[in-house]
């Protein structure tokens, strides 16, 4: 069975930072593409990053919202991805989610769709508030 686990979410000010990581487990993780997807309340649910499953060559993309404050990264040996979340703001509050795409072995290009993605964790709270 295929499990993701979200941790490292919290509350924190407006310009503060948040990791999150996402464990997983019954999976090649280095294969395939990693997301991250949010969804605040009362939304539907937003793509945030994702980084493709291809070494050296794949991709990283970032929401227009998040672009320059977020980093992803992704650690094949312990089987985590990150999600390093810099100079929060108030609309960065929601449930975040990490998922996987095991649709293609080793992309070059990572996908935005949550349709494409295949495993979900349960999702993880941010709130960022003052």
């Known amino acids: 069975q295929v499990q993701l686990a979200e941790s490292g979410g919290g509350s924190v000010q407006p310009g503060g930072s948040l990791r999150l990581s996402c464990s997983i487990s019954?999976?090649?993780?280095?294969?395939?593409?990693i997301g991250w997807f949010r969804q605040a309340p009362g939304s539907g649910r937003e793509w945030v990053s994702c980084?493709?499953?291809?070494?050296?060559?794949?991709?990283?993309k970032y929401g227009k919202f998040v672009r320059g404050r977020f980093t992803i990264s992704r650690d094949d040996v312990k089987s985590i991805n990150y999600l390093q979340m810099n100079n929060l703001e108030v609309g960065d509050t929601g449930t975040y989610y990490c998922?996987?795409?095991?649709?293609?072995?080793?992309?070059?290009?990572?996908?935005?769709?949550?349709?494409?993605?295949?495993?979900w964790g349960e999702g993880i709270q941010v709130t960022v508030s003052s």
């Open positions: 980084i493709a499953g291809h070494g050296s060559r794949g991709e990283s």
């Open positions: 019954g999976f090649t993780l280095a294969k395939y593409g």
């Open positions: 998922a996987v795409d095991a649709g293609v072995e080793f992309p070059t290009v990572c996908n935005t769709a949550p349709a494409d993605y295949t495993y």
